[in-house]
């Protein structure tokens, strides 16, 4: 399958900070950018996607930054809270051209400490 | 966007025996997706379903192995045969709305365990 790299494997932030998440894909062909959350014991979550047309994306805390040029996007989550801890993963697929099973990346674990 | 109901949810299955696990959705997909999530571990795509036609199959994953049913348009099953302790992991079940502002939907998994 396709890679996406994701970065860093796990992550401690204080409550109320900026936690911040990175991916990196190969296949220029990926057109759907997704990031998902899941917590122990469910399935994962879709929490806010992006195209390649647009370069950012806000959905109250949560962010999407996205740099086609550099085949990059990240995740930023702002004034973070507990609530928040949880395993993050970014994805892509080729949603509008072909093959729309996605690829993850390997997965972020994010502990917001109070 | 759709919502899925996967059974079972944890199982403890015997090596050398299968499982067979359901997943059904409340609205009609053209696409059905199974992945496998071992402990502490990503996803990784088993195999793509689409109605009235044979499922189709990533690396590393055979359809002896992993028999897949795709009966209509809102149910699957996915057969674990002849399980090993290897086959230990979470299974989900994956569907694409194909609605332009929803994404992929995911079942809450079938963990099994396999002694």
């Known amino acids: 399958q396709q890679q996406v790299k994701q970065s860093p494997q796990s992550l401690i932030v204080q409550k109320g900070g900026i936690s911040i998440i990175n991916c990196a894909y190969e296949?220029?062909?990926?057109?759907?950018f997704p990031w998902y959350q899941q917590f122990p014991g469910k399935g994962p979550a879709l929490l806010i996607a992006?195209?390649?047309?647009?370069s950012e994306k806000k959905e109250g805390r949560f962010t999407i930054s996205f740099n086609k040029s550099a085949k990059q996007f990240s995740l930023h989550i702002m004034d973070s809270q507990p609530g928040d801890s949880a395993t993050y993963f970014c994805?892509?697929?080729?949603?509008?051209?072909?093959?729309?099973?996605?690829?993850f990346g390997s997965g972020t674990r994010l502990q917001v400490q109070p | 966007s759709a919502v899925i109901s996967q059974k079972p949810s944890r199982d403890i299955c015997q090596r050398g025996t299968s499982l067979t696990i359901q997943c059904q959705v409340d609205?009609?997909?053209?696409?059905m997706f199974w992945y496998r999530q071992q402990p502490g571990q990503s996803l990784t795509l088993i195999a793509t379903?689409?109605?009235?036609?044979?499922?189709?199959?990533e690396s590393g994953f055979v359809i002896d192995k992993f028999p897949i049913s795709r009966p209509n348009l809102t149910f699957s099953t996915l057969t674990v045969s002849n399980m090993s302790p290897e086959d230990s992991s979470i299974y989900l079940c994956?569907?694409?709305?194909?609605?332009?502002?929803?994404?992929?939907?995911f079942g809450s998994g079938t963990r099994l365990t396999v002694v």
């Open positions: 994956s569907v694409d709305s194909a609605v332009a502002n929803y994404g992929y939907t």
């Open positions: 296949n220029t062909a990926f057109d759907y």
């Open positions: 992006i195209r390649p047309d647009v």
């Open positions: 994805a892509a697929s080729r949603r509008d051209t072909g093959r729309r099973a996605l690829t």
């Open positions: 609205s009609q997909v053209t696409m």
């Open positions: 379903a689409n109605q009235g036609s044979e499922a189709t199959y």
